[in-house]
């Protein structure tokens, strides 16, 4: 299966739809959140990415929420919105975990979740999954500019509990594009310039 991974557009339309003009040889995107900025105009970038003809799987960033991305796809058919939740696509499984995690320092507007509320999530999370995750796990690919570690400790956990088959992320801006390894799993920071993978 091939995927086209990206993350963090954040109101960037081009990079929507120069993502959207490249689905050749893809046969699943999936978007790892932050679509808008602030809570505001994800349609800035959900119109572009509406034109994709492929199944589409996307978590909220912590810059919309669950049912605000939701409502911004409600008439895309091929998008599956998830958080704490999974859908299956041509018998692979994508489990789906949104928001900043831990809670960020951005205030009321930003969409996070602490660590006790994202493990309570992320129980739902079978075993030899793709985990789309907002947020990275902590101490893989989440390093900011500043050399903090700002990834999640229940992320961390549930991967080294499910051993996922991919895990995709992003938030942390500084390490888009980069590509780690927690247990046996490839943890992918995907950033918005997309980055393709092929599942085997």
């Given at each position: 299966m091939k995927l086209l991974l990206?993350?963090?557009?954040?109101?960037?339309a081009t990079a929507a739809k120069r993502l959207a003009s490249h689905m050749t040889d893809i046969d699943v995107v999936i978007g790892a959140g932050d679509f808008g900025n602030s809570r505001h105009d994800l349609e800035l970038c959900i119109g572009p990415l509406r034109s994709v003809e492929l199944p589409?799987?996307?978590?909220?960033?912590?810059n919309?929420?669950?049912?605000?991305?939701?409502e911004a796809c409600?008439?895309?058919p091929l998008a599956h919105v998830l958080h704490g939740s999974s859908v299956e696509i041509d018998g692979v499984t994508f489990?789906?975990?949104?928001?900043?995690i831990p809670v960020t320092p951005f205030g009321d507007w930003s969409y996070d979740f602490t660590e006790e509320q994202a493990a309570d999530l992320l129980v739902a999370c079978p075993n030899d999954v793709v985990l789309i995750s907002h947020s990275p796990p902590q101490g893989v690919v989440d390093t900011s500019s500043r050399g903090e570690n700002l990834g999640s400790v229940a992320v961390?956990?549930?991967?080294?509990?499910?051993r996922p088959r991919?895990?995709?992320c992003g938030h942390v801006h500084a390490c888009a594009g980069r590509v780690a390894v927690l247990g046996d799993t490839p943890v992918v920071n995907a950033g918005p310039m997309g980055l393709h993978w092929e599942l085997v």
């Amino acid at each position: 299966m091939k995927l086209l991974l990206f993350s963090d557009l954040h109101c960037d339309a081009t990079a929507a739809k120069r993502l959207a003009s490249h689905m050749t040889d893809i046969d699943v995107v999936i978007g790892a959140g932050d679509f808008g900025n602030s809570r505001h105009d994800l349609e800035l970038c959900i119109g572009p990415l509406r034109s994709v003809e492929l199944p589409v799987v996307l978590v909220p960033g912590n810059n919309e929420s669950f049912e605000e991305l939701q409502e911004a796809c409600r008439d895309w058919p091929l998008a599956h919105v998830l958080h704490g939740s999974s859908v299956e696509i041509d018998g692979v499984t994508f489990f789906g975990i949104g928001g900043g995690i831990p809670v960020t320092p951005f205030g009321d507007w930003s969409y996070d979740f602490t660590e006790e509320q994202a493990a309570d999530l992320l129980v739902a999370c079978p075993n030899d999954v793709v985990l789309i995750s907002h947020s990275p796990p902590q101490g893989v690919v989440d390093t900011s500019s500043r050399g903090e570690n700002l990834g999640s400790v229940a992320v961390r956990d549930a991967i080294l509990r499910t051993r996922p088959r991919l895990v995709v992320c992003g938030h942390v801006h500084a390490c888009a594009g980069r590509v780690a390894v927690l247990g046996d799993t490839p943890v992918v920071n995907a950033g918005p310039m997309g980055l393709h993978w092929e599942l085997v």
